[in-house]
């Protein structure tokens, strides 16, 4: 039986499927994409940054989080106050305090992560707002911080938190998680907005640009989530007890919050596969790394001209303003050079070194003419 302690009834009672179901594949996906982030990090200019670390920190409590959800289902969670076994009671509540501090660092990381972000795409001649940025993210800190000590110190003594026969008092549950789950909010909403209006003041075109705001503003999902967390607080406050939803939201909130902090940085990652699927899609029969192109006349006829077009290995599809910068400067590093011969004709060099590697169309027509006879003299003297 999974539940420690239970009788086969109750054993089937308990919602452990549902911890496990949920918990083990949105960890998984979490961690897959903070490794492919890691790996766009490596194979960038610029290397790791404080938002990679801050990241990777969340991860590592994201990780023990949920290793402690899982573990806590063994004791007792998935199942009302009335039916988990009193003998599971200090065990079910040792996991419980040990997963407290993870939970608020772990949201925590993620949104110190997407501040840090801010200040890598924000230049240095805008003073005033990377100074709101690092205000919001020391309040962020400073809040979260005092978060964790209520949760760590909501008993007197503490010891009543882990055996809570011990004769003490607790702070009432009820408003103690409203005031965090607001704070929470508040700050998700400051953060998730805090880019927009300077997204919104680049000089760039609409769709591009609510694209990209578009990207940040998905972060708000993680709103969503607490949200629906705190709806879980009455259950346990004043209904049958059972934490589980509310455990629930708190692994999908700090998991989903991790995965979109790292959707921008993976925007190369995309691009590169993009770029490789477009180019299978194109129909191209000559290879993997070839395909047809159409070039046409002035005559109006076309000729298929198979050209060899080998796709750059991954660093040399990002600038130096890599990751999120990237998204924003695609356009910077783009030129195209047209030159025309003497019969008119134009030869075209596209140059993107930095995000779609080197591709050269060069268009040659050779006309000829039947010479009169007076050219034949006039050549002569040209000729050896």
């Given at each position: 039986?999974?539940?420690y ?16 179901g949920?918990?083990?594949p949105i960890?998984?996906l ?6 492919a982030?890691?790996?766009?990090r490596?194979r960038?200019v610029?290397?790791?940054?404080a938002?990679d670390w801050a ?13 402690l959800?899982i573990?806590?289902s ?13 003998i ?32 890598r795409?924000?230049?240095?001649g ?16 400073l809040a979260?911080l005092a ?5 760590i110190?909501?008993?007197?003594p503490?010891?009543r ?8 008092t607790c702070l009432?549950?009820?408003p103690?998680n ?7 909010i ?7 907005f ?22 940040f503003?998905?972060?708000?999902f ?5 949200i ?7 259950v ?5 007890g ?5 455990v629930l939201?708190?692994?999908i909130e700090?998991n ?6 790292c959707?921008?940085v ?12 477009s180019?299978?899609?194109n129909?191209?029969h000559s290879g ?9 006349t002035?005559?109006?006829t076309?000729n298929?001209t198979?050209t ?7 660093p040399?599809n ?6 999120q ?9 783009r ?7 003497d019969?008119?004709h ?11 590697g080197i ?5 040659v ?15 002569g003297n040209?000729?050896?």
């Open positions: 039986m999974w539940v302690n239970a009788s086969p009834e109750v054993n089937a009672a308990s919602n452990y499927p549902t911890i496990l949920v918990s083990i960890l998984l979490m961690v897959v994409t903070v490794l982030r890691l790996w766009v490596l960038t610029r290397g790791i940054g938002d990241i990777f920190a969340a991860a590592l409590c994201s990780i023990i989080y949920n290793g959800t573990t806590q063994r004791w007792g969670l998935g199942l009302p106050l009335a039916l988990r076994p009193k599971n009671l200090n065990p079910y509540s040792t996991v419980n305090f040990a997963g407290r501090p993870f939970y608020m660092m772990g949201i925590l990381g993620f949104k110190v992560s997407l501040c840090f972000s801010y200040l795409i924000l230049s240095k805008q003073p005033a707002y990377r100074m709101l940025v690092w205000a919001t993210m020391i309040l962020c800190v979260h978060g964790t000590l209520v949760l110190l909501n008993c007197h503490v010891k938190s882990w055996r809570p026969k011990t004769p003490g009432p549950f009820g103690t409203y005031g965090l789950a607001s704070t929470t508040t700050f998700d909403v400051i953060i998730f805090l880019p927009i209006p300077f997204l919104y003041s680049l000089n760039m075109n609409s769709r591009k640009k609510f694209g990209i705001i578009g990207v503003a998905l972060g708000l993680t709103t969503v989530c607490s629906m967390r705190m709806t879980q607080i009455p346990i406050a004043t209904g049958s059972n934490s589980t939803m509310l939201w708190g692994n700090m989903v919050g991790i995965i979109l902090t959707m921008p993976l925007a190369p990652l995309f691009k590169v596969f993009g770029q490789k699927f180019s299978y899609g129909g191209s993997p790394q070839s395909h047809n192109m159409q070039v046409f002035k005559s109006g076309h298929n198979n060899g077009t080998k796709f750059p290995r991954y040399e990002i600038s130096d303003n890599e990751s910068e990237t998204i924003l400067n695609a356009d910077k590093n030129d195209k050079d047209v030159d025309k011969d019969a008119g134009a030869s075209i060099d596209s140059v993107d070194s930095k995000n779609k591709m050269r169309t060069v268009q027509d050779v006309e000829r003419e039947p010479a009169k006879t007076g050219d034949y003299g006039r050549m040209g000729l050896n």
